[in-house]
């Protein structure tokens, strides 16, 4: 069985966030960045420009005013949610579907994903209070560890698959089984090859993990609580995929279980807004 380090230099051979998502997301990560670094760097590729204006102008921002550049597309929605815009468009790329999504469906994934990310900067924002778009990357990349399986390991991720659709545990077990990795390290390695923020990187990692430590308010608590919340929606990463909570975090959602209720009956409006953004353009 390869390692994961071996799987991950094979797949960013092939595919990878195209330049412009990985230098934005440097450049986010300097504290003396510019609005004109910004605009300087998304305007060298015109068809992205398209997409990402075409997003902000969506009813899902629902801006009172038209926006008709990069420049002013930042003073309204910020560098951070500008960068998630990029990711999310280089990612429809790797999602897209292949010939056969019987057992394992990236278009499925990428609606669990997309679901995910809504979910969890809901939480971070109406719930804990925080910005959210940190959480709002995380759920967008949590699995896609599962791609970089799908595209290299192809044969073995499908066993592991069925092994785990026979008998649902933990789908990072059935993967460690018949991989020798799993989803989640995959993901942490090309979160940290692309130089994402190191709580999205411990999100990515983490999700699938007893959390008996960690705070609520962390990403990788935020993750699992909201791929428990968008199972019971019929938005599973895998077909019959049953999301659990670590023990901790289950007892934090009862004694917070208004707002969760709250939380998810407006989180498939929220999600049917979104719908325009994630959406291929095939």
């Not at 008709?68 to 998630?84: H, Q, T, W």
Request: aromatic share 6%; glycine share 4%; hydrophobic share 40%.
């Amino acid at each position: 069985m390869a390692t994961a380090e071996e799987i991950i230099g094979k797949f960013n051979n092939i595919k990878t966030l195209p330049h412009v998502a990985l230098r934005l997301t440097k450049l986010i990560s300097k504290e003396n960045s510019s609005l004109s670094e910004f605009e300087k760097l998304i305007r060298v590729d015109p068809s992205l420009v398209v997409r990402i204006l075409r997003m902000v102008n969506s009813s899902y921002y629902a801006l009172k005013e038209r926006v008709d550049s990069i420049a002013r597309a930042l003073v309204f929605i910020g560098m951070k949610n500008l960068r998630n815009m990029v990711v999310t468009e280089a990612l429809r790329d790797i999602f897209k579907p292949t010939a056969d999504e019987a057992t394992f469906s990236r278009t499925k994934l990428w609606l669990h994903c997309a679901a995910v990310s809504i979910s969890a900067q809901m939480i971070s924002e109406r719930i804990l209070g925080e910005k959210g778009e940190d959480a709002f990357l995380c759920g967008i990349l949590h699995d896609i560890g599962m791609i970089v399986e799908d595209q290299l390991e192809h044969d073995s991720f499908i066993q592991a698959c069925k092994a785990y659709e026979s008998s649902p545990t933990v789908i990072t077990a059935a993967e460690t089984e018949h991989i020798g990795t799993n989803h989640c390290e995959l993901g942490h390695l090309l979160a940290q090859d692309w130089e994402l923020p190191v709580t999205v990187q411990d999100g990515v990692r983490y999700h699938h993990d007893n959390l008996t430590d960690t705070s609520a308010s962390s990403i990788p608590a935020i993750i699992q609580i909201s791929e428990y919340l968008v199972t019971k929606l019929d938005y599973g990463a895998l077909p019959g995929m049953k999301a659990t909570l670590s023990p901790s975090l289950a007892t934090y959602v009862r004694n917070n279980i208004g707002e969760y209720k709250a939380l998810l009956e407006d989180l498939p409006e929220e999600i049917d807004k979104a719908k325009e953004i994630y959406e291929s353009d095939d």
